[in-house]
């Protein structure tokens, strides 16, 4: 059955607006008609949903996710070890999570065995419930990289650069690479990063990327590091800790989108996920750059995406975007939405409640405008159509049918 959602408070995050007493009609998974007024007579063919005056933005959207680690304790390297079984059930569970959280949509920014790959065309093919997404498979990274060989695959020199990120453009949506180290003692200008990749090979990558058609988001800290990742063309700067004025510019001109996963620093400090206390005084270093590159990126009007990486918090996420960067609450709700939309090319399915719109919707109990920790009261999430209460996402326990079964042929080897 169809259904209409009404008495509602709809946020429109294209034209800054709150759109009160609207309704919203959902035929087919997709959102058929908006009006500007409660639905008082139920119509027969449609499931009508009262929300009671909450208030209803577009489903959230995680530009940079690691479903296998997320929110995890102890070593995070060591953790790579687990082996498939354990990280393929971690990372199910963790992509639930992110749904009952409002977040329809994530980007994968690094995982192994395929698991994101698969998962994703679980959710897709209504196998299990799960959001939506976009993949990038194993991340790349220079020999002797701070990230071991555990988790990204090794490459050095323009040959091996291209080869694989080729291989990963013909099957995922995105590729990783891992473009700066933190130090222990500064590297330039006081900063604690350093290149951990040339530019001929950065963009030896980019440009084979390019030509399938597919896009690079690059692990970058550091405003050498920065320089580097700029003039390669990559679409994503992730983290962007240190970034200048005139590189916040740079990436403006060329159409560079930032992930900053503010929150992703700040947690990490947090003693209780046993991390240890040389990975805590490391990290806390960056805080200073980390600020200062939103900053810069905020003035200079770089497209800003909300990314919670492996530690990061929707609620503290949106504070900080809006406290420390001066991001308007308005423009802090785009980053979680629209902004993110355009970054993945779904502008025209996702990010927004427009007609044609694919019904990935947020329910909240408060008002983000009011207070942007708002954004963790969810209510109630909807997924292609699928209208579900937080305590309601969770797996389908259902043995297989002719007509529900796992016979994807994505996911044959």
């Not at 007024?37 to 489903?59: A, F, H, Q, S």
């Not at 999570?97 to 065309?121: F, V």
């Not at 993949?135 to 291209?162: K, M, N």
């Not at 009261?377 to 579900?388: N, P, R, S």
Request: charged share 25%; proline share 4%.
């Amino acid at each position: 059955m169809e259904k209409i959602l009404t008495n509602l408070v709809l946020l429109d995050v294209i034209n800054k607006k709150e759109i009160k007493n609207a309704s919203i009609f959902i035929d087919g998974g997709k959102i058929s008609k908006i009006s500007g007024k409660n639905v008082e007579k139920r119509k027969p063919e449609y499931e009508t949903i009262d929300l009671g005056g909450r208030y209803v933005m577009p489903g959230l959207i995680n530009t940079h996710q690691h479903l296998m680690y997320k929110r995890t304790y102890g070593n995070l390297w060591k953790q790579m070890n687990l082996g498939a079984p354990a990280l393929t059930v971690r990372s199910l569970k963790n992509a639930l999570a992110e749904l009952r959280m409002g977040i329809t949509t994530i980007r994968s920014c690094g995982d192994l065995y395929d698991i994101d790959y698969t998962l994703k065309y679980m959710f897709q093919s209504k196998y299990l419930i799960g959001p939506r997404i976009i993949t990038c498979g194993r991340p790349l990274a220079i020999t002797g990289s701070h990230v071991p060989p555990v988790f990204a695959q090794y490459a050095d020199g323009i040959d091996e650069f291209v080869k694989l990120s080729r291989q990963r453009a013909a099957r995922y949506e995105w590729v990783k690479i891992f473009a700066s180290y933190g130090l222990e003692k500064p590297y330039v200008n006081g900063e604690y990063a350093r290149p951990e990749i040339t530019l001929p090979e950065l963009k030896a990558a980019c440009d084979a990327v390019h030509a399938a058609q597919k896009k690079v988001a690059v692990h970058c800290s550091g405003s050498a590091p920065l320089e580097i990742a700029i003039a390669a063309g990559v679409d994503t700067i992730e983290h962007g800790s240190a970034m200048t004025k005139p590189q916040a510019g740079m990436m403006v001109e060329k159409k560079i989108a930032y992930t900053p996963t503010m929150t992703a620093l700040t947690e990490t400090l947090n003693p209780i996920y046993d991390r240890g206390p040389k990975w805590i005084e490391d990290h806390k270093k960056g805080i200073p750059f980390s600020n200062s590159g939103l900053q810069n990126a905020v003035g200079a009007g770089v497209l800003i995406t909300s990314g919670l990486d492996s530690l990061g918090v929707v609620g503290d996420e949106a504070v900080q975007l809006n406290e420390i960067g001066g991001m308007s609450k308005w423009d802090v709700l785009k980053a979680f939405t629209i902004n993110g939309a355009h970054v993945l090319d779904l502008e025209n399915e996702i990010g927004s409640l427009e007609v044609g719109k694919n019904a990935d919707i947020a329910v909240l109990n408060s008002n983000p405008l009011a207070d942007l920790m708002n954004l963790e009261d969810i209510y109630m999430v909807v997924k292609d159509g699928k209208c579900m209460k937080v305590e309601e996402v969770n797996l389908n326990y259902d043995f297989e049918t002719r007509d529900y079964n796992s016979d994807i042929p994505q996911l044959y080897q």
